[in-house]
């Protein structure tokens, strides 16, 4: 009995904060009392369990329990804080993404979605296998970007390859935006980016120097209520939710943090 | 003086987003209408087909079919070498 949502992480380019959105939105679910296991689809290039702290507990991944060496109740890791309300399939780290088919996933995703409230997969970048593999059982996709050409470019690309396969549209979060730029004219706007690739907005997340400092420590920084990009994710996470929440308001000034953007006017 | 001229320049200057916005544009419509060459050679089959039917056209004479933005509508146009009517087939519609 199918009773999770599952949820694909992509965005094309590479770097832009995938990894980073994936454990922010997950722990935040957690943190909201949610039941939700993460997935890391990117073979080869193992990363969501060191941004998440976990790394040194990792015994098997993602192949294993698809070549059935592990059952995927061994195979979780549970998070430090949420116990078995946070729990981490890693990549594997040796192996190349052919050892997976979209088949494997979509077997893996409705298995997972039994026991959790949210599954979250963190696609690998590119619109190749890796990426096929990472939405196929996917119920939802976000796709992050940021205000760059490039990036934007890769996010309509990724926009192109779903509308071709029969998903719903997928939501976008534009990460690492930069008010200040924004405002002198001398970056995309989020209006500019909505208006370019012609998808619902679910959040923005500003440029944060915390973030760096966050997962160094292995801690995502929805934990820390007092950064900006930490209450962004929060507001995307409670969005995941079903709950209507205005866009933060980024500008720096003090006073009007708890002004309502009008940005949400979408 | 020269600073005032400068501010001018500078003024008039396009804001680099604006810039970014409009190339990204251009760029994506591109991406979202590039065919592939394999759907170019069904198309270019297809067209053949049914304008050997009206025109009599040398084989493999489609000079060139291409999708080109006009302003903000995208268009098709497609260049053929028609070397007469097929007369008997027009009136035989007509009819």
Do not use: C, W
Not at chain 1, 89 to 116: C, G, H, N, W, Y
Not at chain 1, 148 to 158: F, G, L
Not at chain 1, 174 to 183: E, G, L, Q, S
Request: hydrophobic share 40%; no cysteine; net charge neutral.
């Amino acid at each position: 009995m199918k009773k999770g949502v599952v949820y694909a992480v992509t965005s094309g380019k590479g770097g832009v904060g995938k990894t980073t959105t994936t454990a922010n939105l997950s722990t935040g679910l957690a943190m909201l009392g949610k039941k939700v296991a993460v997935v890391d689809a990117d073979i080869g290039l193992r990363n969501l369990d060191i941004v998440m702290g976990l790394e040194n507990r990792v015994v098997f991944n993602l192949v294993d329990v698809i070549e059935g060496k592990a059952k995927l109740k061994m195979a979780l890791i549970k998070d430090r804080q949420f116990k078995d309300n946070l729990q981490l399939l890693p990549a594997a780290q040796t192996r190349d993404k052919d050892a997976v088919t979209p088949d494997d996933m979509i077997k893996l995703a409705k298995e997972l979605s039994k026991d959790f409230d949210y599954v979250f997969i963190d696609s690998p970048a590119g619109i190749e296998n890796g990426f096929k593999n990472a939405v196929a059982g996917a119920d939802e996709v976000i796709i992050v970007t940021n205000p760059e050409v490039s990036a934007v470019r890769d996010a309509d690309r990724i926009i192109g390859v779903l509308e071709a396969s029969q998903k719903n549209k997928p939501k976008l979060i534009i990460n690492r935006i930069k008010p200040n730029m924004v405002k002198k004219g001398e970056m995309l706007s989020v209006e500019d980016v909505l208006e370019l690739l012609g998808i619902d907005l679910y959040g923005v997340v500003p440029d944060d120097e915390s973030i760096i400092s966050s997962s160094n420590k292995g801690e995502p920084v929805i934990k820390y209520a007092d950064a900006k990009a930490g209450q962004a994710y929060l507001n995307i996470t409670k969005r995941i939710t079903g709950e209507q929440i205005p866009l933060l308001d980024l500008d720096d000034k003090k006073g009007i943090l708890n002004k309502i953007s009008n940005l949400f006017k979408k | 003086m020269l600073k005032n001229i400068f501010d001018k320049l500078f003024k008039k200057e396009e804001v680099s987003s604006s810039i970014a916005k409009n190339r990204l544009k251009v760029v994506i419509t591109q991406d979202r209408t590039s065919f592939s060459p394999k759907i170019l050679g069904l198309l270019k089959d297809d067209l053949m087909e049914v304008f050997s039917r009206y025109f009599e056209l040398e084989k493999e004479d489609i000079h060139s079919i291409k999708l080109e933005n006009e302003e903000d509508n995208l268009g098709l146009s497609i260049s053929i070498p028609i070397k007469k009517v097929k007369i008997n087939v027009s009136e035989g519609n007509e009819k």
